[in-house]
């Protein structure tokens, strides 16, 4: 009985063990050319022979060349586009597929660059492809393309290095004794990258020189300038050659971009006629901000008004008083005015909100001992100023201005004291030791220039202060700077600008 039971269970096994074999072996076939069981596929034969008999490839160049400019790092696109790539990445990788002819017949899959050496000369890309061959049996193939990288000089390049090589120049001038604004418009243009075409910058005496390979380029450098600051241009052109059989002349473009001559905190006498038109304004103004108009306040009455650069050069005025001939003064008392007493004053304008205006009692800083009579004068600067403040004013009474529109005025609208912004300490050299920040430069020209400058170590102090003027500006953290653990030097009362605004400077390093 035993011994049944076991012959059984050996059949079922055995039955079992052929099943399987049968349905692995079901639906196979033999290779065409070597014989080898394969799945049956429309050309009946395997992926070697397929592969030795065709070849998907075929027609794409396995070699080819890029051309790179070594002096502006740009790759050549046909016909006649440069563009910036760097090593791997995918606007090189796009650059080097558009130079396979061939590579529009197969399916491209996956495309990856192999590592070379840097300095070799060479590029390798892997690439995957699919493709219908003997049937309509797909297959698959890998091939590395070599690409051999020639050294070619741009244009832009070419040009630089020929004596006779801009087409276009942009010269930026502003005939003004104080260069803050320049100094801001510098800043605008690192900021919005304005500047990335040029082929060269040359600083002068009353601005800057901007060279450009082509009138378009030059034409938006412009179009820039007319948007961020109150200026006006004139342009003009040179022949430089003519081919008189095929009609072709050759000129060099030159663009003037005057700014307005005024600066921040200057003092403007407005001509009655433009006094009028912004409102009832008051002939002596403040200027408190230049943006792309020039924004001006009555010290007075806290009225304000904006001259834009077309109303500005058809009613031509200048400053009376530049930040070069500001005075320290001490606050003895100071009084805010209620809402109601400011609705006496003349004037339609608008008034700011920002201000607060205020009678305030001065003494000359060199002065107080001596004085005992304070000078009294009407200030905007009534949100900030308090009893003992040192101040920075004009004294209008005792200066000497030569201006037709201020001989006009009447004694009782010229005030005795101008004050125009609050002074914080003495000691500059302790607060520029403390300031961890800096700005970048368009040249390095530029920048030996203006750190030596005293007006431009005003300017960044102005930065501290006003964190409007400051929005537009790229401020990057000085890392040759520590932070300092002992600030005793420094006035707690100065402002400063926080590391949340400060930008971390880009350093490749070899």
Request: proline fraction near 4%.
């Amino acid at each position: 009985m035993i011994h049944e039971i076991s012959l059984q269970l050996q059949t079922h096994k055995m039955e079992y063990v052929q099943t399987s074999e049968e349905e692995e072996t079901k639906g196979m076939i033999l290779c065409c050319e070597c014989g080898v069981l394969i799945e049956p596929n429309p050309a009946n034969m395997c992926v070697g022979c397929l592969r030795s008999h065709v070849d998907i490839t075929e027609g794409i160049p396995k070699q080819a060349t890029i051309h790179f400019c070594k002096g502006c790092e740009r790759y050549l696109q046909p016909p006649s586009d440069w563009i910036h790539a760097a090593l791997e990445s995918r606007e090189l990788l796009s650059l080097c597929l558009k130079k396979l002819k061939g590579l529009n017949r197969v399916k491209l899959i996956d495309a990856n660059f192999i590592w070379t050496e840097p300095h070799s000369k060479r590029l390798k890309v892997k690439l995957t492809v699919h493709a219908e061959v003997i049937g309509g049996t797909v297959l698959q193939q890998v091939f590395v393309v070599e690409y051999l990288v020639n050294n070619q000089m741009c244009e832009d390049c070419h040009r630089t290095e020929a004596k006779d090589y801009w087409r276009a120049c942009v010269q930026v001038r502003q005939r003004a004794t104080n260069k803050k604004t320049f100094y801001y418009l510098e800043q605008l243009i690192l900021k919005n990258k304005a500047h990335d075409h040029t082929l060269g910058i040359k600083p002068i005496h009353d601005g800057l020189d901007f060279y450009f390979a082509n009138e378009v380029a030059a034409r938006k450098m412009v179009d820039f300038l007319t948007t961020v600051m109150p200026c006006q241009y004139q342009h003009s052109k040179k022949l430089v050659s003519h081919d008189c059989h095929s009609n072709i002349y050759n000129y060099k473009f030159t663009f003037c971009v005057e700014i307005v001559p005024l600066s921040k905190d200057s003092v403007v006498c407005l001509p009655r006629k433009l006094g009028l038109h912004l409102g009832g304004i008051s002939p002596i103004c403040l200027v408190y901000r230049i943006t792309n108009s020039v924004h001006l306040i009555d010290f007075v009455s806290g009225q304000i008004a904006e001259v834009s650069a077309t109303v500005y050069w058809r009613n031509n005025f200048n400053s009376i008083c530049d930040p070069k001939q500001l005075t320290e003064y001490i606050v003895m008392d100071i009084e805010p005015m209620k809402c109601n007493q400011r609705k006496v004053f003349p004037g339609q304008g608008i008034i700011s909100n920002k201000h607060i205006i205020a009678d305030a009692w001065v003494v000359k800083a060199s002065e107080l001992g001596i004085n005992d009579n304070p000078i009294h004068t009407r200030t905007h600067l009534g949100h900030i100023l308090k009893p003992g403040d040192s101040v920075l004013g004009y004294a209008l009474k005792d200066s000497n201005i030569n201006d037709s529109n201020f001989e006009k005025l009447s004694e009782d609208l010229i005030p005795d004291v101008i004050l125009v912004k609050k002074f914080y300490g003495h000691n500059k050299a302790a607060r520029r030791k403390a300031r961890v920040w800096k700005l970048k430069h368009i040249t390095d020209e530029v920048a030996s220039i203006s750190t030596e400058n005293n007006e431009y170590n005003e300017f960044l102090d102005e930065l501290e202060e006003d964190p409007e003027l400051r929005q537009n500006i790229n401020i990057y953290r000085d890392i040759r700077k520590h932070i300092p653990v002992d600030t005793n030097e420094i006035d707690a009362s100065i402002p400063q600008i926080t590391l949340e605004e400060m930008m971390d400077d880009l350093m490749i390093e070899d």
